[in-house]
């Protein structure tokens, strides 16, 4: 009865157990697993600024062996940047659609991709496109790597 009231012949409710906090159980990854995928995350939210300052001390390098001007390397890093800014929104939107994994997976693969094409290239048109895609892949695993801890 809601007012504690019990009518003649009825037996009084039980009270109900009380939940405690560290019985309500808010995911279904164990300690570990939250542990990993907050280490994974971390881990791929590093290259993007990575790839990005690893590159200014090759500028000089990288010009006189493309037989091109400093400033058109530069031009790549500008073009790095732009990317930067503008995947992590156009991935983030994506991945709340789609699911956060196989993003996950193709902006790892795109990432690795455009690393391996870097390192073969020969010419500036290919080290400007690569570069973008480095981008690309690189800040697009920002906004996944920050959504999921608080998906876990």
């Known amino acids: 009865m809601a007012s504690g009231v019990v009518a003649a012949g009825e037996k009084p409710e039980e009270p109900s157990p009380q939940i405690t906090d ?19 995350a971390s881990f791929s939210a590093m290259f993007s600024g990575l790839s990005s300052f690893i590159y200014y001390p090759a500028v000089t390098p990288i010009a006189e062996d493309l037989h091109t001007s400093i400033e058109l390397v530069n031009l790549t890093i500008t073009s790095y940047l ?5 995947a992590p929104s156009i991935i983030g939107d994506l991945a709340d659609r789609t699911g956060r994994r196989p993003l996950y997976i193709a902006t790892f693969a795109i990432y690795f991709a455009a690393n391996v094409g870097l390192a073969l290239q020969d010419s500036y048109p290919a080290l400007f ?24």
Not at 25 to 40: C, H, L, P, Q
Request: glycine content about 6%; charged content about 15%.
């Open 22 to 40: 560290t019985e309500i159980v808010y995911s279904t990854f164990s300690k570990t697993s939250k542990r990993w995928i907050a280490i994974a």
């Open 82 to 86: 732009i990317v930067s800014g503008l």
């Open 129 to 152: 496109t690569l570069r973008m895609l480095q981008s690309a892949g690189s800040s697009g695993q920002l906004p996944i790597s920050n959504q999921r801890p608080s998906r876990c």
